[in-house]
């Protein structure tokens, strides 16, 4: 079946800093991956859709400049957390799926904790 | 607006079943899906819905009327290892949408 992995699995950071999350498709090719933050105890909220060479979209309230996404090839999407602070602190995943109308698989998660 | 509402929380015991209702309102449809998260953990694909009717898959069963926008995941033989978070999501043109979770206890 459709792997997805993500990587770090959890960071903890200094306000200020800037933190890298990778998505890939282990075993297919996405050109389109998501990323959703998710709040403790709370629902996915899908903050982007990231597009194989070209701009992501943002979800309304997402601040662009913020959450920066980089899809540069089929099976690889980033998101760069720049000049995080401790509101930052999340559950971040990704998911993406084999073809248009097909579930969607998740990565591991990446916990974010910024002191 | 988009919506999926699901109950906060569902207990039941060992053995039993339980159902776990989904209603939504979006601008597209393209299928209901249903993930099950354990506390720490990513969300895991269970089932998915295109077409109205029953979707069996071992002990997990989910239901989609369109007509009605709702659907339900069904799940039988509860064991202690089915206490979770359950998400009903929605494929709404091009995003998944993700309902408010239901949180599910078994108890022995």
């Known amino acids: 079946g459709a792997v997805v992995s993500q990587h770090p699995s959890r960071v903890i950071c200094k306000s200020g800093t800037s933190v890298k999350i990778e998505c890939r498709s282990l075993?297919?090719?996405?050109?389109?991956m998501f990323w959703y933050r998710q709040f403790p105890k709370q629902s996915l909220m899908l903050m982007a859709t990231?597009?194989?060479?070209?701009?992501?979209?943002?979800e309304q309230g997402v601040e662009k400049d913020k959450f920066l996404i980089n899809h540069a090839s089929l099976t690889l999407s980033t998101l760069t957390v720049t000049s995080a602070h401790p509101e930052d602190s999340s559950f971040y995943i990704c998911s993406a799926s084999d073809s248009f109308n097909q579930p969607q698989h998740f990565g591991d998660g990446t916990r974010l904790s910024i002191l | 607006g988009q919506s999926l509402e699901q109950p906060s929380e569902v207990t039941a015991v060992e053995g039993a079943i339980v159902q776990i209702n989904c209603t939504y309102q979006t601008s597209g449809f393209y299928g209901l899906s249903w993930y099950q998260q354990h506390d720490g953990g990513a969300p895991t694909f269970l089932s998915y819905?295109?077409?109205?009717g029953l979707e069996e898959t071992g002990r997990f069963s989910s239901f989609l009327s369109r007509s009605d926008s709702y659907g339900y995941l069904l799940l039988q033989e509860l064991q202690m290892k089915d206490s979770a978070s359950y998400f009903c999501?929605?494929?709404?043109?091009?995003?998944?949408?993700f309902g408010t979770g239901t949180r599910l206890q078994v108890f022995p």
């Open positions: 075993d297919f090719q996405a050109t389109t």
């Open positions: 999501a929605v494929m709404d043109t091009d995003k998944l949408i």
């Open positions: 990231s597009n194989e060479g070209s701009k992501a979209t943002y």
């Open positions: 819905n295109a077409l109205d």
